[in-house]
T-cell receptor
Framework: DTEVTQTPKHLVMGMTNKKSLKCEQHMGHRAMYWYKQKAKKPPELMFVYSYEKLSINESVPSRFSPECPNSSLLNLHLHALQPEDSALYLC?????????????FGSGTRLTVV | AQTVTQSQPEMSVQEAETVTLSCTYDTSESDYYLFWYKQPPSRQMILVIRQEAYKQQNATENRFSVNFQKAAKSFSLKISDSQLGDAAMYFCAYRSASLTGTASKLTFGTGTRLQVML
């Protein structure tokens, strides 16, 4: 299995809703990432997990809450989002020690906040 | 902090022709990795090619090759025999080789949208 699977592919939520994005990989990668991508822009790093521990938080608002329950799964919990949070959310994984191999990305969740 | 610059927002190429996408970067590090990613309308970021900074030889993957000029901090992507399926947004990316953490950040350029014409 050489894929990163993200669910759901599309999500529409109201500003008072609570929802979660899910990311799964079975490649044995021990580093996992959340990126946010606005239209026609490059991805922006949000969070990095290394060996299931949060190692980088790029000053992301607390309405985004990441969770890494095990080495294969990464969640992003969403609460009280704003319309400007509408974007493509990409998950990625990499071998923690294999820095030259780049990341493997999922196909993303298109989030719309109404 | 490292920065990655792609000065061509859009490029176009005729099918079967060759096109070169430019990328420059700024870093004070001597050891790092460079990547080109492709993002088609399907949204998934796909790794096209990678280059280790300590290697002088330019990386090649089938129709894709790079021109890595370390002193000039330049990392261009050449696509030969362009195909319709090459149409996508292409991002150049930088990753430090520093092992201060077990995972390191991938820094992207602003992207170049490539159109392939019949």
């Amino acid at each position: 299995d050489t894929e990163v699977t993200q669910t759901p592919k599309h999500l529409v939520m109201g500003m008072t809703n609570k929802k979660s994005l899910k990311c799964e990989q079975h490649m044995g990668h021990r580093a996992m990432y959340w990126y946010k991508q606005k239209a026609k822009k490059p991805p922006e790093l949000m969070f990095v997990y290394s060996y299931e521990k949060l190692s980088i938080n790029e000053s992301v608002p607390s309405r985004f809450s990441p969770e890494c329950p095990n080495s294969s799964l990464l969640n992003l919990h969403l609460h009280a989002l704003q319309p400007e949070d509408s974007a493509l959310y990409l998950c990625a994984s990499s071998q923690a020690q294999g820095l030259s191999y780049g990341y493997t990305f999922g196909s993303g969740t298109r989030l719309t906040v109404v | 902090a490292q920065t990655v610059t792609q000065s061509q927002p859009e490029m176009s190429v005729q099918e079967a022709e060759t096109v070169t996408l430019s990328c420059t970067y700024d870093t004070s590090e001597s050891d790092y990795y460079l990547f080109w990613y492709k993002q088609p309308p399907s949204r998934q970021m796909i790794l096209v090619i990678r280059q280790e900074a300590y290697k002088q030889q330019n990386a090649t993957e089938n129709r894709f090759s790079v021109n890595f000029q370390k002193a000039a901090k330049s990392f261009s992507l050449k696509i030969s025999d362009s195909q319709l399926g090459d149409a996508a947004m292409y991002f150049c990316a930088y990753r430090s080789a520093s092992l201060t953490g077990t995972a390191s950040k991938l820094t992207f350029g602003t992207g170049t949208r490539l159109q392939v014409m019949l």
